[in-house]
């Protein structure tokens, strides 16, 4: 879509930083190789990735860049990129202005759980828990000792590009497999009739001229902390609302998507507190894509205000958006030390989900009842190993992911790992995965 050269030009700018100053990160040539068959499948299977990060400090000021690209030898859309965080801090004795794309620490279990409610995922791979920042003014103001003021505020709204999909042919395609795809098909009288989709592309000013605006109030003693926040925003992830018709010779469905933006209303609090090395973190968080914010706060476009609720009716089949509030109740406990890093983590959807697996416009939650324990460990200088295993007491899902680190040179080293998934219920958000087990092995070259 057009709206990617606006990161593209955030890109360039960050690269433009390097010709003036030392730049950290890799180059990498990956490849993954299939445990199974999965129905979808993609050309996809090995890329070479970059990833760089830029930092200047000084006593008052700070300036922080991180960019990573990921170049597919096969596929459709051959560049992935992502520019996670790109901001300018200034610090008084009781203010911190920030201005760019930042990540917001208000809600500390969403990385963990791959929600991209507040933050957005980079979403590089399935089950990658990088996060992306929201890009506006971030100002926290100390109030007094234990006291402090956050807020956010932008007019600017990046949503996540990654991973990308196009319509070619009258299908969507992709190059990654982890992305579930509309249905290409559907029943008509009892015959089966291929869905041709077609879109109707937003102008770059529908998609990132969009308000935020948040606020989070924290009280801190000396070894905890309780917060809370609510925030305004865009949603993360562009909605693919649609209008169908059936062909007048029947032959074939005709799908027009409708990319739009949506804003949603999240809000939630927090409570964390040191037991020794250990870190505990119990949170509430509410999101709420149906919540408007008076006229100012609503789509710039009238007409797109139509296209949020649009239902299309038909005596074959019903095409009707499905906007569900959800309520996460989280708890972790970790720690992290210089040899191992653990964790204990645990989620459990508190609202009513109606969304089902294969909802035209939107996917199901993705966790009930959950459970996830994670361990990084670093045997010596140059062998690192991690595990992440993560089990959903309703759903029985399964999702498991082992990675392994070996430094061969100071500046190369081998990387190997596997994703797992066992996902027994059709209705889950990972059944559509299950058939995506893959083994991967990565060379990367640090500079």
Do not use: C
């Not at 000084?58 to 170049?71: G, P, Q």
């Not at 990084?376 to 140059?382: A, F, I, K, L, S």
């Amino acid at each position: 879509m057009n709206y990617r050269k606006i990161s593209l030009l955030a890109l360039y700018i960050f690269s433009s930083l390097s010709i003036f100053a030392d730049i950290e990160g890799e180059f990498s040539y990956e490849k993954f190789v299939r445990l199974n068959s999965p129905q979808k499948k993609t050309e996809a299977v090995d890329w070479i990735g970059f990833s760089s990060a830029y930092k200047q400090k000084s006593r008052d000021t700070e300036v922080f860049a991180e960019a990573n690209l990921k170049y597919y030898f096969n596929g459709p859309q051959s560049l992935n990129y992502s520019l996670p965080e790109f901001y300018y801090t200034s610090e008084t004795d009781d203010s911190t202005w920030t201005f760019g794309r930042k990540t917001l620490n208000w809600s500390l279990n969403e990385k963990y759980w791959l929600l991209g409610n507040l933050n957005g995922r980079q979403g590089f791979t399935l089950l990658s828990s990088k996060q992306e920042g929201l890009t506006g003014l971030h100002y926290t103001k100390q109030m007094t000792s234990t006291m402090e003021l956050g807020i956010f505020f932008s007019y600017f709204h990046i949503p996540v590009l990654n991973p990308g999909m196009k319509i070619e042919n009258g299908k969507f395609s992709s190059n990654s497999e982890w992305i579930r795809r509309p249905p290409e098909r559907t029943q008509i009288l009892g015959t089966t009739v291929p869905i041709e989709y077609r879109m109707n592309e937003p102008s770059i000013g529908d998609v990132v001229l969009k308000k935020s605006l948040g606020i989070n109030a924290s009280y801190k003693w000396k070894s905890g902390a309780i917060s809370s926040y609510a925030i305004y925003k865009p949603e993360n992830s562009l909605r693919s609302n649609a209008e169908a018709s059936l062909a007048t010779d029947g032959s074939k469905v005709i799908a027009i998507a409708n990319p739009i933006v949506n804003h949603h209303l999240m809000y939630g609090v927090q409570g964390k507190q040191y037991f020794g090395d250990v870190l505990g973190v119990v949170s509430f968080d509410v999101t709420d894509p149906n919540a408007k914010l008076g006229d100012d706060f609503e789509v710039l476009n009238p007409l797109q205000l139509e296209d949020n609720d649009r239902i299309f009716e038909s005596e074959y089949f019903t095409i009707k958006p499905n906007y569900d509030k959800e309520s996460y109740l989280s708890a972790s406990a970790s720690v992290e030390r210089e040899r191992y890093i653990l964790s204990l983590n645990y989620i459990l959807l508190m609202s009513d989900n109606s969304r089902g697996s294969d909802d035209f416009f939107s996917e199901t939650v993705k966790w009930k009842n959950t459970i996830g324990a994670m361990g990084r460990v670093m045997w010596t200088e140059g062998l690192f190993t991690l595990i992440d295993y993560r089990y959903d007491f309703e759903r029985k899902d399964q999702i498991v992911r082992i990675e392994g680190d070996y430094v061969i040179a100071n500046a190369l080293s081998l990387r190997v790992g596997a994703e797992l998934i066992k996902s027994p219920d059709n209705t889950s958000y990972w059944s559509a995965y299950r058939a995506n087990d893959i083994v991967y092995a990565s060379i990367n070259y640090l500079f």
